[in-house]
């Protein structure tokens, strides 16, 4: 596809998300909030149809999206916006992250990313690639859908079952990778 096709994608992408970042944008992350994402746009909603298309695009066919490797080919992310006034203050990341053949010896066969935190929380839409992947979240496995971690939560970003895409929406691009991960015993 054409660099004209690539970025009316992208573009879309954007603009489709304005509306959703305007309505969440007073919200505080958490569980309440992770259950009403999952309730007004799961799924089956036209918003998640509409972000989990655009999003496969850039990252599948296009390469706009999660294009920067961070562990290999398998773990790859890239910021698509930063915060700013027409976002509502929100920045906007795609990650994307393959569990298959990993070597990291983790329960279920998970990938595991960088440990961060989240000091303003996280929204978070999660598109699985293959049937059984999923990305773990503060509620358990998300196979697709949206998890919501809450205002300082830290975790490793883990997917199992295959692959994943990952976008999400951080109120004022907020995100901290120098935190220090729990010992692991």
Same mark, same amino acid.
């Given at each position: 596809? *054409?660099? %004209?096709? &690539?970025?009316? =994608?992208?573009?879309?992408?954007?603009?489709?998300? @304005?509306?959703?970042?305007?309505?969440?944008?007073?919200?505080? %992350?958490?569980?309440?909030?992770?259950? #009403? !994402?999952?309730?007004?746009?799961?799924?089956?909603?036209?918003?998640?149809?509409?972000?989990?298309?655009?999003?496969? @695009?850039?990252?599948?066919?296009?390469? #706009?999206?999660?294009?920067?490797?961070?562990?290999? =080919?398998?773990?790859?992310?890239?910021? !698509?916006?930063?915060? *700013?006034?027409?976002?509502?203050? +929100? *920045?906007?990341?795609?990650?994307?992250?393959?569990?298959?053949? /990993?070597?990291?010896? /983790?329960?279920?066969?998970?990938?595991?990313?960088?440990?961060? *935190?989240?000091?303003?929380?996280?929204? /978070?839409?999660?598109?699985?690639?293959?049937?059984?992947?999923?990305?773990?979240?503060?509620?358990? #496995?998300?196979?697709?859908? #949206?998890?919501?971690?809450?205002?300082?939560? =830290?975790?490793?970003?883990?997917?199992?079952?295959?692959?994943?895409?990952?976008? +999400?929406?951080?109120?004022?691009?907020?995100? &901290?990778? /120098?935190?220090?991960?729990?010992?692991? =015993?």
């Amino acid at each position: 596809m *054409s660099n %004209t096709g &690539a970025s009316n =994608h992208r573009e879309q992408l954007i603009a489709r998300c @304005i509306p959703f970042l305007e309505e969440v944008k007073d919200m505080t %992350t958490g569980t309440k909030v992770e259950e #009403w !994402l999952n309730t007004k746009y799961g799924p089956e909603s036209a918003l998640y149809k509409d972000l989990a298309r655009l999003i496969r @695009i850039g990252v599948e066919q296009e390469g #706009w999206a999660a294009n920067t490797e961070i562990a290999g =080919h398998k773990y790859r992310r890239s910021r !698509l916006v930063d915060p *700013s006034e027409a976002t509502f203050g +929100f *920045s906007i990341t795609a990650v994307y992250m393959d569990s298959a053949d /990993n070597d990291q010896r /983790n329960p279920e066969n998970a990938f595991r990313g960088d440990y961060h *935190s989240h000091p303003y929380g996280e929204f /978070n839409l999660v598109v699985a690639l293959n049937e059984g992947a999923a990305l773990a979240g503060p509620n358990g #496995w998300c196979y697709g859908g #949206w998890t919501a971690p809450a205002p300082g939560s =830290h975790h490793y970003p883990e997917a199992k079952g295959g692959a994943v895409i990952a976008l +999400f929406f951080l109120p004022a691009g907020r995100i &901290a990778y /120098n935190v220090k991960a729990p010992d692991a =015993h």
